[in-house]
């Protein structure tokens, strides 16, 4: 989870939607000693557009397509992260995998360095902490 003190970022991500699960990673917060689940996306870069951005990560970080991309919302979350404050602005965006076969694994290998994760997963976000919070 990169971010910097006194830096807002500005994300990309999507819900993917299999049934009333979504598609998440798993993340670790040592100073809460808690879990919780990230939507998966990334940091939006210069010149880049939202929708480029949740491409990009999504290849990057899961070597998947995504096709159908609709606009859902942008917030404002503001978090603390191991004791660090975070603030971010988040573009959502609904999206399906272009590998309809993905729908039917309960995992997804996930490549992103420095994370807690091998994997992303389907998980119910109403029984799951889920960030950036937003409406399901």
């Known amino acids: ?23 998440a990673v ?14 998966l ?6 010149g880049e557009t939202a929708k480029q951005t949740l491409r990009r990560e999504f290849m990057e970080e899961l070597s998947l397509e995504l096709e159908n991309l609709r606009y859902k919302e942008v917030i404002e979350n503001i978090f603390t992260y191991n004791n660090h404050a975070g ?3 988040v573009f959502v965006y609904e999206a399906d995998l272009v590998n309809k076969s ?7 290998a996930f490549h992103e ?15 799951n902490r889920v ?5 399901f």
């Open 1 to 23: 989870m990169p971010f910097s003190p006194q830096h807002i970022r500005v994300l990309s991500v999507g819900v993917i939607r299999r049934g009333r699960d979504i598609l």
């Open 131 to 135: 960030y950036p919070q937003i409406k």
């Open 26 to 39: 798993k993340g670790y917060d040592p100073h809460k000693s808690e879990y919780f689940y990230r939507l």
């Open 113 to 127: 360095r420095g994370r807690v994760a091998e994997y992303a997963e389907w998980i119910n976000p109403q029984k």
């Open 87 to 89: 603030h971010e602005i």
């Open 41 to 46: 996306g990334g940091g939006i870069e210069f």
């Open 102 to 108: 993905l729908y039917a694994v309960d995992k997804i």
